[in-house]
């Protein structure tokens, strides 16, 4: 892949969602610039098109000329929401994963981290412009974990479980959840086996969220992986015919059913603290008495 300079060129792209608040996205490009990166911003707010960042047909444009720039070496989507879907199909992946580009983003990007996995290219899944940069308080932890794994070629995620001493290694990938179960059975999917699979959402009640992870294992694919780590899964709200059923009591079925650990804790998801994670990276997962580390090893 191509090599990430000391002041690497940065590319925000609007493949998704379009933002909420234009004077913040300015905001955000001001603190990359500060960050030391040479920012090039794809994102028009006169293209908005309905609740998109411009219409499908520009916003491929723009993922393929922010691919095709040589001044550019990472990519990064300005928001996540909802709009990648429509996009795939019309999409240059192999254009993308030969690029030498690192592609940057979560939730709805989660679908070109799968592009990637599939062509054996890494790629990160870490902050995207909005709310990260464009806060007024930005986390420092956020921003120091996207710094640290762009400049490395290995990167290391700390967190607390309460999961029983594990120790093992596989392929780190995952995302979405639910962006990961709209993806199987279909053109975008990546078969990965012997895997270390992280997962997150928002605003999925557990059923749901339990409704998804039993797709993924009826698909076939929870049973092929080392292990899953789960990210934050938060916004929902139980209702009283709940009756006792919640995320710890999903958690509990979860584990009753697949024969690999299920560890939670990571600091990553829709959360203003979170973590980077290298997708497609070389992976040690190691706990020992409550304590998580998630090492990372790759290049780009």
Known sequence: MQEIKEQPGIAVVAPSGAPLDDVAVERGLALLAEQGFKVH?????????????ATD????????EAAQN???????????????SRLMPHLDLDLLAHSGKC???????????????????????????????????????????????ISNTSHTVEFQTTHEDVALNGRLWGGNLAMLTHAVGTP????????ILFLEDIGEHPYRIERMLLQLH?????????????????????????????FDAMLAYLRSIIDIPVITGLPFGHIRTRASLVVGSDAEL??????????????W
């Not at 040589?70 to 990648?84: E, K, N, T």
């Not at 975008?188 to 895997?195: I, K, L």
């Not at 929870?222 to 929902?236: C, D, P």
Request: net charge neutral.
């Open 70 to 84: 040589p001044d550019v070496q990472i990519v990064m989507a300005l928001r996540g929401s909802y709009g990648m």
């Open 57 to 64: 047909v520009e916003r491929v444009q723009q993922m393929h």
């Open 41 to 53: 911003s794809y994102y028009q707010p006169a293209q908005k098109f309905q609740r998109f960042g």
């Open 103 to 149: 592609f940057v983003g979560y939730s709805d990007f989660t679908l070109i981290h799968l592009a990637m996995l599939a062509r054996n290219r890494n790629s990160l899944a870490g902050p995207m412009l909005c709310d990260d940069f464009t806060r007024e308080q930005p986390c420092d932890y956020t921003l120091a974990q996207f710094k640290a794994s």
């Open 218 to 246: 009826f698909a076939g694919v929870l049973n092929k992986q080392k292990a899953i780590i789960l990210g934050n899964f938060s916004a929902y709200k139980l209702a009283p015919h709940d009756n006792g059923y919640d």
């Open 286 to 299: 190691t706990v020992t008495a409550g304590a998580a580390r998630l090492d990372m090893r790759y290049s």
């Open 188 to 195: 975008f999917w990546a078969e990965v086996q012997d895997g």
